[in-house]
Structures are given as structure tokens and as C-alpha cells.
């Protein structure tokens, strides 16, 4: 190679030589383009704050709030009940305050959670709902199941007066036949009210959470279907034998000679 050709591509490299060695620790201190998919998830992720928004901590505070409120009201009535065992009561008692006392524990430890731990959390709170789901029906369930019972014992104790009532009518020589069909008929209502009820306790009194099982949350959701239709039909022997008894009442006054202008006057 002669001289005036290597002066010449002297001259040509040495200016780009020098160019790259002013600008190479620029580039090196600048984040190159991430193309590939998987290396930009990881920069997003990396990039990504750690710590929840606080709208979504207070979201699940306040869920967890109204599950406690809730499940606090059912454990109040729970101990007004007065037909349901002891041992039943004492059994969803338990279950409701081991609840409760997850859904606070759980409550401090979201307060500081991430982002991450947050999602599992509320996730738990959610699995933790299977007891909240089949406690909240099971007492309201039991607990009108519980009032059932004791208008059916009100309705049979009066049922009893209204026959002393209708014997001394058929002694004293009145036609009582239609009393003693509407009383009969008050009689069945109450005895079928009774049945009903019976078969409302003995349904749903057992039930516990079914844990992720499917083939149990099956069970527990027919028998809760089965649980209501029972307590309807008990709610409506109990009206049936209400109107019976209004029946037999105003009958009784009509043969005792008092009418509703009658008893107006004495009122007044």
C-alpha cells in the first residue's frame, strides 16, 4: 500500500474513531429498546409500584366491614332464638366467630400489604365467603323458622279456647258445624305449620361451609332451597289457621248476640 493511500484512509477512520470515542459513554448510560415481549413484561413489572392504591385497601376494609356487621347481627339473633337447640346455636356461633375473627386478622394484615399480597388477600376474602354465604341464609332461615314456631304454639293455645268455646255453644244447643269445620281445618294448618318447621331444623341446623367441595355446596344449596319452600308453606298453614281462627271468633260473637254496633256502643 503506498504512502498517499494510507494517509488517506487515515484521514477517512481517525475522525470516525474519535466520533465513537466521544459518544460510546452516552450510549452506554442510555436504556436500550426492549423488543423482545418477555424482557418488556419484566421492565414493566420492575417499573411498577409495589404499593396498592389506597382506594383498593379501603374497598376491601369496608367488604370486610360489612361482612363482620353482618355476621355480628346473626350472632344477636341466634340467641333471641328460643325453639332452636342449644347445641345448634352453640355450633353456628362458633362458626360465626371464628369468622369474624379471620375478617380481622385479615383487616390488619391488608393495611400493609402489596400490591401482590393484597390481590391474594381479598382472593382469601372471597374463599372466606363460602361460610359468609351459607351462614347468612342458614340463620335467617333458622331464625324464621324459630318465629314460625312460636305462632304456631300462640295459634294452638288459642285453637284450645276456641274448642272449649264451641262445646259450650253445642251445649247450649247452637248449630256449630261450620266452627267446628273452620276449627278442624285451624287444627291441620297448625299440625301441618308444626311439620314444616321440623323439617326446616332438621335440614339446614347441620350445615357447615363447604370448602371448595362441589359436590357439598350442592348439597347445601338444595337444602337450603328445601329449607325455604318448607318455611313458606309453614308461613302460609300459620295465616290460613289465623283467618280460621277470626273466623270462629266473629261466629261466636254472632251467636253470643254481640254484633259490631253492639260492641261500638259498649266501646264508646
Given at each position: 500500500?503506498?504512502?498517499?493511500?494510507?494517509?488517506?484512509?487515515?484521514?477517512?477512520?481517525?475522525?470516525?474513531?474519535?466520533?465513537?470515542?466521544?459518544?460510546?459513554?452516552?450510549?452506554?448510560?442510555?436504556?436500550?429498546?426492549?423488543?423482545?415481549?418477555?424482557?418488556?413484561?419484566?421492565?414493566?413489572?420492575?417499573?411498577?409500584?409495589?404499593?396498592?392504591?389506597?382506594?383498593?385497601?379501603?374497598?376491601?376494609?369496608?367488604e370486610i366491614d360489612t361482612r363482620v356487621s353482618?355476621?355480628?347481627?346473626?350472632?344477636?339473633?341466634?340467641?333471641?332464638?328460643?325453639?332452636?337447640?342449644?347445641?345448634?346455636?352453640?355450633?353456628?356461633?362458633?362458626?360465626?366467630?371464628?369468622?369474624?375473627?379471620?375478617?380481622?386478622?385479615?383487616?390488619?394484615?391488608?393495611?400493609?400489604?402489596?400490591?401482590?399480597?393484597?390481590?391474594?388477600?381479598?382472593?382469601?376474602?372471597?374463599?372466606?365467603?363460602?361460610?359468609?354465604?351459607?351462614?347468612?341464609?342458614?340463620?335467617?332461615?333458622?331464625?324464621?323458622?324459630?318465629?314460625?314456631?312460636?305462632?304456631?304454639?300462640?295459634?294452638?293455645?288459642?285453637?284450645?279456647?276456641?274448642?272449649?268455646?264451641?262445646?259450650?255453644?253445642?251445649?247450649?244447643?247452637?248449630?256449630?258445624?261450620?266452627?267446628?269445620?273452620?276449627?278442624a281445618d285451624m287444627a291441620a294448618k297448625i299440625s301441618d305449620a308444626?311439620?314444616?318447621?321440623?323439617?326446616?331444623?332438621?335440614?339446614?341446623?347441620?350445615?357447615?361451609?363447604?370448602?371448595?367441595?362441589?359436590?357439598?355446596?350442592?348439597?347445601?344449596?338444595?337444602?337450603?332451597?328445601?329449607?325455604?319452600?318448607?318455611?313458606?308453606?309453614?308461613?302460609?298453614?300459620?295465616?290460613?289457621?289465623?283467618?280460621?281462627?277470626?273466623?270462629?271468633?266473629?261466629?261466636?260473637?254472632?251467636?253470643?248476640?254481640?254484633?259490631?254496633?253492639?260492641?261500638?256502643?259498649?266501646?264508646?
Open positions: 500500500m503506498n504512502t498517499y493511500t494510507t494517509r488517506k484512509i487515515a484521514t477517512v477512520v481517525l475522525p470516525i474513531m474519535c466520533a465513537l470515542a466521544f459518544t460510546t459513554p452516552a450510549l452506554a448510560t442510555t436504556t436500550p429498546k426492549v423488543n423482545h415481549p418477555v424482557a418488556k413484561t419484566a421492565v414493566k413489572s420492575a417499573n411498577k409500584s409495589t404499593t396498592p392504591p389506597v382506594t383498593k385497601v379501603s374497598k376491601t376494609e369496608t353482618a355476621l355480628t347481627a346473626l350472632e344477636n339473633r341466634i340467641t333471641a332464638m328460643t325453639r332452636v337447640g342449644q347445641e345448634v346455636k352453640n355450633q353456628l356461633t362458633t362458626t360465626i366467630q371464628s369468622t369474624i375473627s379471620s375478617l380481622g386478622a385479615l383487616k390488619t394484615k391488608i393495611a400493609t400489604d402489596s400490591t401482590t399480597a393484597l390481590k391474594a388477600d381479598t382472593l382469601a376474602m372471597t374463599a372466606g365467603t363460602r361460610v359468609y354465604a351459607l351462614v347468612v341464609p342458614q340463620v335467617r332461615i333458622l331464625a324464621a323458622a324459630d318465629r314460625a314456631s312460636t305462632v304456631a304454639s300462640m295459634l294452638t293455645n288459642v285453637d284450645a279456647k276456641l274448642k272449649t268455646r264451641i262445646t259450650d255453644a253445642t251445649t247450649a244447643g247452637k248449630d256449630v258445624t261450620a266452627l267446628t269445620t273452620a276449627e308444626n311439620t314444616q318447621v321440623q323439617a326446616v331444623l332438621a335440614g339446614i341446623s347441620t350445615l357447615t361451609p363447604d370448602n371448595g367441595d362441589k359436590t357439598k355446596l350442592t348439597a347445601n344449596t338444595l337444602a337450603l332451597k328445601t329449607a325455604r319452600t318448607a318455611l313458606k308453606t309453614a308461613e302460609q298453614d300459620l295465616m290460613t289457621a289465623q283467618k280460621d281462627s277470626k273466623t270462629i271468633v266473629s261466629a261466636l260473637k254472632v251467636m253470643d248476640g254481640v254484633t259490631t254496633t253492639d260492641t261500638t256502643t259498649k266501646t264508646q
